[in-house]
């Protein structure tokens, strides 16, 4: 059971390029969430999915697109890259939203840095 | 005002010493209240979470809730090298549907042996 994996750890690009960071889960968990953390700051909620075909829109969601095809994956897109969205991506998932307090598991993390 | 405020640190102390860590916060519809620990270069874990007001204790971790104040407090008894860390505090609405949780910066903690 790996839990939350994402890839690449680590990414340098160029202003205006694209690129797709990954996330999957083997814990059949619905709920998954994409956050960013730029330093000395908290995370910030960038897109989320209650499900297969299911996203919204977090606090930051600007600059970036999300698809959610199966359970287990959820990739976030950054289609023309600006040095704003230099900061570390976290992939988070949880086994249910709603009411009561879930748990979310997070993953190690992908650092991206535009020049 | 910012929704959750935080102290960013470091905070700085003894092996043994006990540790309060503190977030205020704005919002008075928030209802569940977590603490995160990140280690460097790792994502967050759960370390510990409360619903509403009161206390929760687990081992040398204690979560105070005082929604009276919007104060929330973690404290750490008999702290060790191993508890250094960056804790983030988070809280959610009741029933608040599948949106994510809002943090605060950290608190940067530094356990001296």
């Known amino acids: ?29 619905n709920y998954m969430y994409w956050y960013r953390q730029d330093p000395g700051m908290g995370l910030k909620l960038i897109y989320y999915s209650v499900g297969a075909g299911i996203t919204d829109k977090g606090e930051v969601p600007n600059g970036y697109n999300v698809s ?13 890259a600006a040095p704003s ?10 086994s249910r939203g709603g009411v009561g307090v879930e748990t979310q598991y997070f993953g190690p993390g992908t650092r991206l840095l535009v020049l | 005002q910012k929704e959750v405020e935080q102290d960013p640190g470091p905070l700085s102390v003894p092996e043994g010493a006990i540790v309060s860590l503190n977030c205020t916060y704005s919002n008075s519809a928030f209802q569940y209240f977590m603490w995160y620990r990140q280690y460097s270069r790792k994502g967050p874990e759960l370390l510990m979470y409360t619903y509403s007001s009161g ?16 104060y929330i407090s973690l404290f750490i008894r008999d702290s060790q090298p191993s508890d250094s860390a960056t804790y983030l505090c988070a809280m959610r609405a ?7 949780l809002t ?3 950290g608190t940067h903690l530094i356990i001296q042996p």
Not at chain 1, 2 to 28: E, H, W, Y
Not at chain 1, 85 to 94: D, K, L, N, P
Not at chain 2, 94 to 100: H, L, P
């Open chain 1, 1 to 29: 059971n790996a839990g939350v994996t994402q890839t690449p750890k680590f990414r340098i690009l160029k202003i205006g390029q694209s690129m797709t960071l990954q996330c999957t889960q083997d814990m059949n968990h």
């Open chain 1, 68 to 80: 959610r095809s199966t359970t287990e994956d959820f990739p976030l897109r950054l289609e023309l």
């Open chain 2, 94 to 100: 009741s029933g608040g549907g599948a949106d994510g």
């Open chain 2, 103 to 105: 943090f605060g910066k």
């Open chain 2, 55 to 70: 206390n929760k204790e687990d081992g040398r971790f204690t979560a105070q809730v005082d929604k009276s104040s919007k």
């Open chain 1, 85 to 94: 969205q230099t900061s570390v991506y976290f992939c988070a998932s949880s």
